[in-house]
């Protein structure tokens, strides 16, 4: 995980196996999770850039 230079995006970078899909789901109080990205790898890693809204942002990923 890293943060755009002015703090408004952050970029995750997934790694699995190729054809596996995974839910980057985002959260500001670690107990409501919102799906914000689905995708399949069509390698060993995947970089997925997400927006940055308000004072504190968490972020999980899983598989599907």
């Given at each position: 995980l890293s943060t755009s230079p002015g703090g408004t995006s952050a970029t995750l970078v997934v790694e699995g196996k190729p054809g596996e899909r995974y839910v980057i789901e985002t959260s500001t109080t670690l107990e409501g999770w919102t799906?914000?990205?689905?995708?399949?790898?069509?390698?060993?890693?995947?970089?997925?850039?997400?927006?940055?809204q308000g004072e504190r942002r968490f972020f999980r990923c899983r598989a599907r």
């Open positions: 799906p914000a990205l689905t995708n399949t790898l069509s390698g060993t890693a995947a970089t997925n850039s997400l927006p940055l």
